[in-house]
């Protein structure tokens, strides 16, 4: 069974090995674009440039709904 | 009501939002469109053996990999402006938009993924059946993709199957099937995909009509022609019937949205659709005078919205003004009302940082009656913001959109028509004519997807989730001057791109056929 699950395994790695390895011209010039484009928006926009403000500025959920509640109810009048 | 608020951080992060959302749609609807066309092609292959159509259906099959390689993941920027731009809708909305997506998520990687490395590596490595299987399988899982993108989209436009809880300030769900099967969510679903199918035949149309203008791979641009006029004139049927069902659930759901789209500004019995027109002023529209030029077809409107030529379609001042006679609220109405449920809700937050657990379990009930979610929760939105025209959306943006759209949109049908009649007859070679004006067609086709885009996200200002959250309320508080660096640095991005993708799929249609798929 567990040699069988390695064959299977193999044959799909060895799949798309392959694929890649005689990918034509316009295949590697989309994938260094895509892979250019993974690295900004990954490694540069979602670190550097946009956070996730709530998960970086609160612990907690509770914490983050306290914050939501108070801007939601904000200048009104009771 | 919201107090200094800075108009520019709300303005720059709607402006990214757009942008990215706009640049995301130049890739998505090829996808959604191209993939059907080329399993038929694929199909025809594998049924008949001509080798022709395996040529066929690997030069489009390479189009669409430049396409979507250089589309994928352009959404995720989104995600990431909902955490940034927009944390406080981002919470609001709760499990809601986390759902749909996730499931989105989990299919866009396992089936597209799976299948179109297959698609393209698979050539000779899997049987012919198993590989058109795949290609059948890309097409679906892309569209089904897009399917959990709009039923989150048509929550927004219409959110049901869901309540506010005051606890968590999230927006739960109580009926999945009620957000999945929303009239608004198939209707968007079934026109967003067609919509896409008609831009995918006018491509493969416009570019089998310049290899014929040019002489150049006659057998395959006239196959691809036939196959894409018939699919693309059942098309284009399909999202005439599919806009004329969005009609009739934006008259249900968000009738100011209709009379925007429409110009109308007074409501009226047996209303005339306005074919073509030209809009005045904003101070004349207001002052009555709407129109500087208009050809209106009697009654159509009513139809349009209500199945009946004798309907009464209320206007822009019904909504602002209040109609009582249709039973319609004035925009102060529902202000106040919005404002009852706003105070409740501070009412809760105090008592909770009081500890006042009893105080806390009435107002959490208080959310829970169906009375008070039907007379005050529903229009919380309107809460935030005493200057009524502040709930009007941009009525001439809309409104060209609009126009915009369908006119094109029943260009597209007669297009496809004309085509198809030449390529029956035999005679689409020689019609030079239509075979200079089909690449030119290309563009028009995007600009019709973007305008769909622009009524249906346009037209719903200032909401970001209808009649419960304005933009102003959603929006997160950072500075609107790091809103600006990120918009110029997405521009230039996105701009960079764009000409990337061009220039590879303009390079890839001039060499042809030859060095086909993903492979060597």
Redesign the interface.
Known sequence: MGGRILAVTTRILN??I??FR??????R???I??LI??F??FAV??IF???????KNFKT?QE???H??????????? | ???SIDWSLVDWSRAQFALTAMYHWLFVPLTLGITWMIAMMETIYVKTGDPEWKKITQFWM?LF??NF??G??TG??ME??F??NW??Y???VGDIFGAPLAIEGIMAFFMESTFI?IM???WN?VSKKFHLAATWLTALGANLSALWILVANAWMQNPTGTTFN?????NEMTNFWDVLFSPVAINKFLHTITSGMVLAAIFVIGISAWFLLKKREVRLALRSITVAAVFGLLASVHVALTGDGSAKQIAKVQPLKLAAMEGLYQGTDEAGLVAIGILNSKEKREAGDVFAFKIEMPKLLSWMAYGDPKSFVAGINDYKNGNPEQGILSTPEKIQRG?VA??A??????A?AAGDVARTDSIKTLFQDAAFKESYFRYFGY?FMDDVNYYLPNVPLTFYSFHIMVILGFGFMVFFALILFFTARGEMQDRKFWLRLAPWIIPMAYIASQSGWIVAELGRQPWTIQDLLPTV?AV???DAG?VM??FA?FAV?FTV?AI?EVS?ML??IKNGPK??????
Do not use: C
């Open positions: 799949f798309y392959d694929g005689n990918m034509s011209s316009w295949g010039s989309v994938w674009i895509i484009k993974l900004i928006l926009i979602r440039l946009m956070p996730d403000i709530l998960k959920d983050r709904s306290m939501v509640l108070e801007n939601l109810t904000q200048n009104q009048q009771l | 009501m919201i107090q390479k990999g430049i390689a250089i994928v993941a995720i920027i990431f402006e955490g940034t944390s406080n981002s919470w609001f490395a393209f590596f698979g490595k005051p606890e968590t300030a999230r404002k706003r105070d809700l501070a009412q809760y937050k105090n909770r809460g309320a997160s508080k950072i790091a660096v990120t640095l991005t791109l990337a590879i390079k890839a060095n086909h798929g993903g492979t060597k």
